[in-house]
């Protein structure tokens, strides 16, 4: 049952990144192009999840148990707060800027993109799971 939730969940992701013109590079670049023919639409889809996560965030905030069996996993975040000016997550914030702004992809639309047939998303995941393995070869 659990595997079949989270094959829903992601599905359900995977559509509304798609129907929100998040899976679409054109999309993203247009965002990103503030200098040029800037297109804000993203801003509503960004906007709509923000909404959507606050919600579900206060939902499972009161609940005393899972709704689908096993234990609750409440836990602190694996980043210190005193910790965010660390120069390996701002190198990794860097690089995950460029490469979205020059691929026109990041993680969740590039893997929703993988069934539509086109290279792109294909390289630009391969590239990110080249990078997470030298970011822990490195590290």
Same mark, same amino acid.
Do not use: D, I
């Given at each position: 049952m659990r595997s079949l939730m $989270? +094959?829903?969940? %992601?599905? $359900? +992701?995977a559509? %509304?990144?798609?129907?929100g013109g998040m899976t679409d590079p054109a999309n993203v670049i247009a965002f990103l192009d503030f200098g040029g023919a800037w297109n804000p639409s993203l801003l509503f889809v960004m906007g709509g999840a923000v909404m959507v996560y606050g919600v579900g965030y206060r939902l499972i905030g009161r609940t005393r148990a899972p709704w689908w069996g096993g234990a609750l996993l409440r836990q602190e975040s694996p980043v210190p707060r005193s910790s965010w000016r660390e120069p390996?997550?701002?190198l990794g914030l860097v690089l995950f800027g460029v490469g979205?702004?020059?691929g026109g992809y990041c993680p969740g639309p590039a893997w929703a993109?993988?069934?539509a047939g086109i290279s792109a998303p294909r390289i630009v995941?391969?590239?990110m799971l080249v990078g997470i393995?030298?970011?822990?070869?490195i590290r």
């Open positions: $989270l +094959f829903a969940l %992601g599905a $359900l +992701f559509a %509304g990144l798609t129907l390996r997550l701002l979205w702004g020059l993109s993988l069934g995941l391969g590239a393995a030298l970011g822990e070869r």
